[in-house]
Structure formats: C-alpha cells, structure tokens
C-alpha cells in the first residue's frame, strides 16, 4: 500500500511518503475523500455518496462519483500497475471505502493519543497531548463546514480537542506546572467561556501560583457569565473551589507542594551523588541499572528507554573484568515480564551471551549462589520463543537455587523465567496457570507487588485458555487495583486487551470491535513492539474466525495485504491468493509456513493455518496441524494470549477430522 497519510484537521489534504502534498484536484474530489474518511474505513455506497454531495443530483452523477474514484485512485496509488486491483481506495460491495490505517489520518491519531493519554501518568499525558495537539491546522474538514455529513465529525473532534486542553492543564498542574498553565487556561475560558471545567483549572492554576485574588476574580466572572449567558448558576465543582479559596482549604496545593518537593529532592540527591561518587566508579554503573530497572517498570518512554540503555550497562560492567560485578548488573534488571515475544531478540540475544560468560567466570562457591539464579532466570528469560533446551534448564536450575536458599524475590524472579519457557507447545495453559498461582502466593506474602501483578496476568491469560472467565475476570480486576495502587501503566493495556477477548469470547462481535479499537489505542505508548508489532489486524481477522460461520475464503476478502503485519504474516500470506481462487498458489504458501513460535499464540497461527488448509482440502497439513493441536483440546484457540480466542480448540479439531475423512 502507498505510504499515503491524510490531514482532516484543518483543511482536507494528503501526504506523500516524503512529505510532499498530494494534488488532489477539484473540491469534488476532496469532498469524495474526505467522506469517506469519516466513514472510517466503512463502505459508502455511490448512492449515499451522490445524496452527500449533490442538493439535487443530475442524471450523471453516478458518473461523476466514478470519475471522482478513479481521478484519486491515480494520486493515492500512483505506483499501482495498470488494471490491478486497488488496496487503499477499494471498491466494496455498493461502494467505496478508504482502508487507511490507524496512523495514515491525524484525526484518527488525535483521537487515539487522547484516549490512551487518560491512562498514563501525568509527565506522559502532557508529552502526548502536546503531540497530539499539535496536528491541528485549522478547524476539523475546514472546506465542509455547512455539509451534512461532515457536521456530526467536526463538532465530536472539536470536543475531543477542548477535552485535550484541558486534560494537558491537568497534567501540567499535577505536575507543579501551574504557572506555565495559566496564559493557555486563559486563552482557553475567553474562546469557550460556556466550559466550567476551563473556568475551574484556570482559577486553581491561579490560586496555586499565589494569586488568590485573581483566582476569585475569575471565578466570579464565570458566575456571572453563566447567569447572563445561560441562565445557569455555576455547578458544585465551581461552587466547591470558590468555598475552599475562600477558607484556603490546605488540599488545593497538595499537588504541587508535593510534585516541587519531590522534584527538588530529586535534583540535590543527585547532585550530591554526582559530586560524591567519582566518575568510572563501579558503585555509579550499580546505581544506574537500578534506575534503568525502575524505569522499565514505568511503561511506554520509560520502558523503551529502559531497553536502550540495559546493555550498555551490561558492556559496560564486563569491561570491569569482575564477574561479580557483571552478574549483579545483569541480575539486577528482573523487571516482571508478561509478554512471550522479544522486544528486540538482537539484544536479547546479547544479553544471553554476557550472562553466559558470566556463569562460566563465576566461581562455584556457595557464596555466589543467588548471583548464578538472577543469571539462569535471565538466561530462562531472554531465551523466549527460541525453542532451544537451554531455556527450560535454565529455568529449572534457577527455581532449584531459590528454593533452596528460601529466597522469594529470587523465586519469583526465576518463576517468571519458567513462565516465558512454558509456550514450547499447545496445551500448557494449566502449566501456567500453576506458575502464576505460585507467583501470587510468594509475592503476596512478602509485598513484591511488581510480581504480584504479574502472576495475576498469568493467571488471567491462563484461566481465560481454560475458560474459566470468572477467575480470569477476578484477576484482571485485582491486577488493575495493583497497578493503580503501585503506579504501573502497562498493566491497563493487557487487561483492557483482555477485555475485547471476552467480549469475542461472549459471542458480543460490535461490542469486540469497538473494545479492540480502544485496545490499540493504548499500543503505541506502550513501549512494547514484540507485543503491539502486527496485533491489530491479526485480533480484526481472528474476530472475523472466532464463531466458525466465516471461511477462510470469506475471512480473506477483508484482508489488507499492506497492513502491518509485523511477524504474523508467513500465517496471512495462504489467504490472499484465496481471493482469487489460486489453489496451488495457496499450497505453495501454506506449506512454507513455519511451525509457530514458541509464545502465547501457538494454538491462534494453528487455527489460522487451519482454516486455510480446510478451505483448499490439504490433508497433509491438517494431519500436521491436529497433531498440533490435540494437546490443547478443552482449551479456547489463543485466548491463553489474553488478547484474541479463535473459539473452542474442540470445534477445530473437530473440523480437521471432518476434512480428513471427506478427503481420505
């Protein structure tokens, strides 16, 4: 697909992949895209199209539509061949539809940055919106203001955008910030004076940089504003602000005493430690790893940065040359891991290498016991989805040497090593399950909320397999409550993740749709590319499977080939030729797909396989893929993800053996 991006904020345009404006010719044919552009990628039929941009439509504007189509086809996909299908603007059904991704529309990108940054911590929320904030050009579809079909569109984003001002307000006076508040909150309540909630954030901005007068003042011109205006008095968040500016209530500057104080604390610690500490001092390379380990756990800039510089810490301790020293580095980072897939399997590969020096250049006393378990957990860790033995063994040896010195952060540690080795085949959802069960056990009992939250993840992916959602419904409520309590982010994106699962689970398909479009709202902040790289289309297309009423064939029709797909697609490519009834085309590449790595969504790119070689009748791969699979009977396909479910395993299998008798 064309790297074509689309501007609605502010005057309909359109980007190259170099930046370069589109020529997208008349208004018509800006109307025409700009239509279907509201319509997120939903067909519009040519009927509604012509009502849409016509007062009274003559005999050729079906025509004209066409010719609309065809003219922006031509710009859109400029390196289409001649009479290839199209695979932005397609043709569907009665109509058309715009089959832009997520990220190719700035309002669709504002409307997700928005969304997630409600969930993040204050510093995240304001760096979002300040982003997000920023692609406004001018008022949304600028060109189409008095059109019908633009109005409902325009006036939701123009909310959601005041929504943003505000909510970077927030974030800003959580943050001590309120002084760099006020000249925005000002601009603000002057342009849209009938919003209490500008009114409230500027007087309490006011209030905290010492202005009680003038927070009064403001609060006594939005009174009056609302009474000659609207006929309206203020409501009880105004009425209660006003009352406790009056008595100079000591809550309304918690935030920012506390934000300053801390930040102050932070600045002189460090400075002291900087001027204490000589510079190369192995005591510094300590002490940065353990605030590159606090930071994984904050999510999203804190977790990618967190990545960035774990190896560098480690290079840096083994040119020490002091194996007791790289292995407490290496060691020190057991930063909780849920997903089964490497976020960057280069520098896993990395760290594997160095923790195996490590364990080679340590001596053998007991002495170094817990420094060999935090290496083997590592090793256990870093070595997931590779199917190698060492894995499991490093894993086991680890949970031996815990056990053995009744260490329980050493435990949990090596535990979650033996939980990323616990996907080498279909059918351990159970195995999980009892390692998650563990993890919450010891961590529970001796306050490591960091793996506590983990092993109620586990568990939460584990009993959803199982089909037991009323335990995985009890997890996923008690891990939200952990990481609102602890300050941990991510945990919001699985359990919101989890929730579209049960959603697909319960039969509930629109409520699925609309819960996994607030779900990859919350990817790209979350900093975790092994776990958000190719999900989206893969949960839409295992949504379209779940039930058993769509083939393959049927499945393949809404499959966009330019999505990304990330590392799932060798399993996507069978089903495009099945669009054109290409058989051994279709063979050709089921047949080259691999056996699914060794991670949470085995049974899913199972079934996906499946359903292809059962549309084609391969009776070689279905023989392969029930062998696969049998292990897992009883379970829900990939819903041991707590991402998607392709429906009951049991169904699957049942469908394999159907079409191995019809062909044998």
Same mark, same amino acid.
């Given at each position: 697909?064309?790297?074509?991006?689309?501007g609605?904020?502010?005057?309909?345009t359109a980007w190259g992949?170099?930046g370069?404006?589109?020529a997208l010719?008349?208004?018509?044919?800006?109307?025409?895209?700009?239509?279907?552009?509201t319509?997120r990628r939903?067909?519009?039929p040519?009927a509604r !199209?012509?009502?849409?941009?016509?007062d009274?439509p003559?005999a050729?504007a079906?025509?004209?539509?066409?010719t609309f189509?065809?003219?922006?086809r031509?710009?859109?996909?400029?390196?289409?061949?001649p009479?290839a299908?199209a695979?932005l603007?397609?043709?569907?059904?009665p109509?058309?539809?715009?089959?832009?991704t997520?990220d190719?529309?700035d309002?669709w990108r504002?409307?997700?940055?928005?969304v997630?940054?409600a969930?993040l911590?204050?510093?995240?929320?304001?760096q +979002? !919106?300040d982003?997000a904030?920023?692609l406004w050009?001018?008022?949304?579809y600028?060109e189409? %203001?008095y059109e019908g079909w633009?109005?409902g569109?325009?006036s $939701?984003?123009?909310?959601?955008?005041?929504r943003?001002?505000?909510?970077?307000a927030?974030?800003?006076?959580?943050?001590?910030l309120?002084? *760099?508040?006020v000249p925005?909150l000002?601009?603000?309540?002057?342009?849209?004076?009938?919003?209490?909630?500008?009114?409230?954030l500027?007087?309490l %901005?006011?209030?905290?940089?010492?202005?009680?007068?003038?927070?009064?003042a403001?609060l006594?011109?939005?009174r009056?504003?609302?009474?000659?205006? !609207?006929?309206?008095d203020?409501?009880?968040a105004?009425?209660?602000l006003?009352?406790d500016?009056l008595?100079?209530?000591?809550?309304?500057?918690?935030?920012?005493?506390?934000s300053?104080?801390?930040?102050?604390l932070w600045?002189?610690?460090?400075?002291?430690y900087?001027?204490t500490?000589?510079?190369?001092?192995?005591a510094?390379?300590?002490s940065?790893?353990?605030?590159? +380990?606090?930071?994984?756990?904050t999510?999203?800039v804190?977790? +990618?940065a967190?990545?960035?510089h774990r190896?560098?810490a480690v290079t840096?301790?083994?040119?020490?040359?002091d194996p007791?020293l790289t292995a407490?580095v290496?060691?020190?980072?057991?930063v909780p891991?849920?997903?089964?897939r490497s976020?960057?399997p280069?520098q @896993?590969?990395q760290?594997?290498?160095a923790a *195996?020096?490590?364990?080679?250049?340590?001596?053998?006393e007991t002495?170094?016991a817990a420094?060999r378990?935090r290496?083997?957990?590592?090793v256990?860790l870093?070595m997931r989805g590779?199917r190698s033995p060492?894995?499991?063994a490093?894993?086991r040896?680890?949970?031996?040497?815990?056990r053995?010195?009744d260490?329980p952060?050493?435990l949990?540690?090596?535990?979650?090593g033996a939980f990323?080795q616990?996907?080498t $085949?279909a059918?351990?959802?159970?195995? &999980?399950?009892?390692i998650?069960a563990?993890?919450v056990?010891?961590?529970a &009992?001796?306050?490591?909320?960091?793996?506590e939250?983990l092993?109620?993840?586990?568990?939460?992916?584990?009993?959803?397999a199982?089909g037991?959602f009323?335990a995985?419904?009890?997890?996923?409520?008690a @891990?939200?409550?952990l990481? *609102?309590?602890?300050?941990?982010?991510?945990?919001?994106?699985f359990?919101q993740?989890?929730g579209?699962?049960?959603?697909?689970?319960?039969g509930r398909?629109?409520?699925a *749709?609309?819960a996994?479009?607030?779900?990859v709202?919350?990817?790209?902040?979350?900093?975790?590319?092994g776990f @958000?790289?190719g999900?989206?289309?893969?949960?839409?297309l295992?949504? +379209?499977?779940?039930?058993?009423?769509?083939?393959?064939?049927?499945a393949?029709?809404?499959?966009?080939p330019?999505?990304?797909?990330?590392?799932?697609r =060798?399993?996507?490519? =069978?089903?495009v030729?099945?669009?054109?009834g290409? &058989?051994g085309e279709?063979a050709d590449?089921?047949?080259a797909v691999?056996e699914p790595?060794?991670?949470?969504?085995?049974?899913?790119?199972?079934?996906?396989q499946?359903?292809?070689?059962?549309d084609?009748?391969?009776?070689?791969t279905?023989? &392969?893929?029930?062998?696969?699979?049998?292990?897992?009977a009883g379970?829900?396909?990939?819903?041991?993800s707590?991402?998607?479910t392709?429906?009951?395993v049991?169904r699957?299998?049942?469908?394999?053996a159907e079409?191995?008798?019809r062909?044998s």
């Amino acid at each position: 697909m064309e790297p074509i991006t689309f501007g609605v904020l502010g005057p309909v345009t359109a980007w190259g992949d170099a930046g370069e404006a589109v020529a997208l010719k008349g208004p018509r044919h800006r109307a025409v895209l700009a239509r279907l552009i509201t319509a997120r990628r939903r067909v519009v039929p040519v009927a509604r !199209l012509v009502e849409d941009l016509w007062d009274e439509p003559g005999a050729g504007a079906v025509g004209a539509v066409r010719t609309f189509v065809a003219d922006l086809r031509r710009v859109l996909e400029p390196r289409r061949p001649p009479r290839a299908p199209a695979r932005l603007l397609v043709t569907e059904g009665p109509g058309y539809a715009l089959r832009a991704t997520q990220d190719a529309v700035d309002a669709w990108r504002f409307e997700t940055a928005v969304v997630g940054a409600a969930r993040l911590p204050p510093a995240q929320t304001l760096q +979002r !919106l300040d982003g997000a904030l920023e692609l406004w050009r001018g008022p949304a579809y600028a060109e189409f %203001a008095y059109e019908g079909w633009a109005r409902g569109e325009r006036s $939701r984003l123009a909310e959601l955008r005041l929504r943003a001002v505000e909510q970077r307000a927030q974030a800003q006076l959580d943050l001590g910030l309120a002084a *760099e508040a006020v000249p925005d909150l000002h601009a603000h309540a002057a342009e849209h004076p009938w919003r209490e909630d500008g009114w409230r954030l500027l007087a309490l %901005a006011l209030y905290r940089t010492g202005r009680q007068a003038d927070a009064l003042a403001v609060l006594r011109r939005a009174r009056t504003m609302l009474a000659e205006q !609207l006929g309206v008095d203020p409501g009880p968040a105004l009425r209660r602000l006003e009352t406790d500016i009056l008595t100079q209530d000591p809550g309304l500057g918690v935030a920012a005493q506390e934000s300053s104080a801390s930040a102050q604390l932070w600045t002189q610690v460090a400075a002291d430690y900087d001027r204490t500490v000589a510079a190369g001092a192995r005591a510094r390379l300590e002490s940065t790893v353990q605030l590159v +380990r606090n930071l994984a756990v904050t999510g999203g800039v804190g977790l +990618r940065a967190a990545q960035e510089h774990r190896l560098a810490a480690v290079t840096a301790a083994e040119e020490f040359g002091d194996p007791d020293l790289t292995a407490r580095v290496i060691g020190a980072y057991d930063v909780p891991a849920v997903w089964t897939r490497s976020d960057d399997p280069g520098q @896993a590969r990395q760290i594997v290498l160095a923790a *195996e020096r490590t364990l080679a250049a340590l001596p053998q006393e007991t002495t170094h016991a817990a420094a060999r378990c935090r290496l083997l957990a590592t090793v256990a860790l870093e070595m997931r989805g590779t199917r190698s033995p060492r894995g499991p063994a490093a894993a086991r040896e680890a949970q031996d040497i815990a056990r053995h010195l009744d260490d329980p952060t050493l435990l949990a540690f090596a535990l979650n090593g033996a939980f990323m080795q616990s996907c080498t $085949r279909a059918g351990l959802a159970a195995r &999980r399950d009892a390692i998650g069960a563990q993890l919450v056990d010891v961590a529970a &009992r001796h306050g490591l909320e960091n793996f506590e939250v983990l092993g109620r993840l586990i568990r939460m992916q584990a009993c959803g397999a199982l089909g037991d959602f009323a335990a995985a419904d009890a997890h996923a409520t008690a @891990a939200d409550r952990l990481a *609102e309590r602890h300050e941990r982010p991510l945990v919001g994106v699985f359990t919101q993740w989890y929730g579209a699962l049960r959603s697909v689970a319960g039969g509930r398909t629109r409520e699925a *749709e609309e819960a996994y479009e607030a779900a990859v709202a919350l990817l790209p902040d979350a900093g975790m590319p092994g776990f @958000a790289h190719g999900l989206p289309p893969l949960a839409r297309l295992c949504l +379209r499977l779940a039930d058993g009423s769509t083939s393959a064939r049927q499945a393949a029709e809404h499959i966009d080939p330019g999505d990304d797909w990330g590392p799932y697609r =060798p399993w996507i490519e =069978p089903y495009v030729p099945l669009r054109t009834g290409d &058989r051994g085309e279709v063979a050709d590449l089921l047949h080259a797909v691999p056996e699914p790595p060794a991670d949470l969504l085995y049974e899913a790119l199972c079934c996906l396989q499946a359903a292809v070689a059962l549309d084609i009748g391969d009776r070689t791969t279905l023989e &392969r893929l029930h062998t696969r699979l049998a292990p897992a009977a009883g379970e829900l396909a990939g819903a041991g993800s707590g991402l998607l479910t392709l429906g009951p395993v049991d169904r699957w299998l049942a469908a394999i053996a159907e079409g191995l008798d019809r062909w044998s």
